[in-house]
């Protein structure tokens, strides 16, 4: 994108509409190699629309992978202060496909289906007057997010940014963190290096570095909004560290991609004898013209796997939004975790991974 094109689009911001990951994919614009095995990849959309999101959502990329697509949900380590763009940061690990095919296969001009932006990790729904970021590895994408939006549009907030690495030269964004160190007047940097090579004794040492270390980088850590984003167990000892200390775990905020516990509910009794069996509800797949049977406790998207009919679908607990589906006609009980807005529900629009049926339906797929 040169620069009059770049003002083009800021002059006619207004009358440009958001990006739609119904309609528009996306185009690789930039590849960059930031760590070991470590690669920051830049998209436009494909039809130069705008991106809309909160700093530190993620996405969902559709991978043509030769098996079949294959979903990977991933970070936005860019920013929504700088809509025409968003990147996300991404770390090959030992045995990796999807980021593996990604590193191998997309280049400039690629384009990739993607579905999002969702999530409920942004510091937009949980405003302070101080923050502590504390990440490892590529958890520091997130957070890398929202320290950017920060600096774009309140540089002067108080935010205690922590993260923790194997090698100084594991250490991701490290230049461009210093950088804003220098130039954000409350910004103060923390970096916890682990020199050694076995991922146990590494997440079992972090524990113990946090809970000695933490206070001497952020001595008022306990009057801070608190995000952390790593592995399970570093966000585990984080936890405890958190808990011990007596911090009030309201002000405590983790990126998990994992599905929630939920509660056991008892199905709805619908009238008759107390051991009647519930019926299936018909399911007209309108696109694949194809009829199915929605068993009692399914969910639209089971019902579409059983009559052989694609929705993609990536978490399958109502975050990433993958799922998404415009209902046609009928009624649902849908039960999301965020991963669909509430202008797409008033438009008919369900998450077929969380969504039963109360009445036949008839889907868009």
């Known amino acids: 994108m040169n620069a009059m094109t770049d003002l083009t689009l800021y002059r006619h911001l207004d009358e440009m509409t958001p990006w739609n990951d119904r309609l528009q994919v996306l185009e690789v614009i930039g590849v960059v190699d930031e760590a070991p095995e470590v690669k920051t990849f830049v998209f436009r959309s494909d ?4 991106f809309r999101y909160k700093p530190g959502q993620f996405v969902t990329l ?3 992978m030769d098996g079949g697509p294959l979903m990977r949900t991933y970070t936005l380590s860019s920013s929504p202060s700088r809509p025409f763009s968003i990147a996300v940061t991404v770390k090959a690990q030992p045995g990796s496909i999807g980021t593996r095919w990604m590193f ?3 280049a400039i001009g690629t384009h990739v289906k993607a579905y999002g932006p969702a999530g409920d990790f942004s510091h937009h729904n949980h405003p302070a007057g101080k923050y502590l970021f504390v990440s490892a590895g590529s958890g520091v994408t997130p957070m890398m997010s929202m320290l950017r939006w920060l600096n774009d549009c309140a540089p002067w907030t108080d935010v205690a940014f922590v993260n923790c690495a194997r090698r100084p030269e594991e250490i991701i964004f490290r230049k461009e963190l210093e ?4 130039r954000m007047p409350g910004l103060s940097l923390g970096f916890l290096i682990e020199e050694r090579s076995s991922r146990e004794s590494w997440f079992g040492h972090m524990g ?3 809970a000695v270390r933490l206070p001497l980088l952020s001595p008022d850590f306990r009057e801070r909004e608190v995000f952390c984003c790593g592995p399970e167990p570093f966000m585990r000892a984080v936890r405890g560290m958190l808990a011990a200390s007596g911090f009030d775990m309201a002000h405590y905020h983790q990126e998990s991609f994992s599905a929630p516990v939920a509660e056991e509910v008892p199905a709805p009794f619908s009238g008759g004898d107390a051991g009647e069996q519930a019926a299936a509800v018909p ?3 309108a696109v694949s013209s194809v009829e ?3 068993q009692p406790g399914q969910t639209v998207l089971q019902t579409a796997r059983a009559a052989g009919v694609r929705i993609s679908a990536a978490c399958e607990f109502g975050l990433c939004g993958t799922c998404k589906v415009k209902k046609l006609s009928g009624e649902v009980e849908m039960s999301h975790n965020g991963g669909i807005l509430d202008d797409e529900i008033a438009e008919g629009f369900i998450l077929a991974c969380c969504s039963k049926p109360l009445t036949p339906l008839e889907i868009e797929a």
């Open 47 to 50: 039809a130069q629309t705008w």
């Open 62 to 64: 559709e991978l043509p």
């Open 104 to 106: 191998d296969n997309l």
């Open 179 to 182: 950088l804003l160190g220098s």
């Open 208 to 210: 113990r570095i946090d």
């Open 283 to 285: 399911i007209r797949f």
């Open 292 to 294: 199915g049977q929605c």
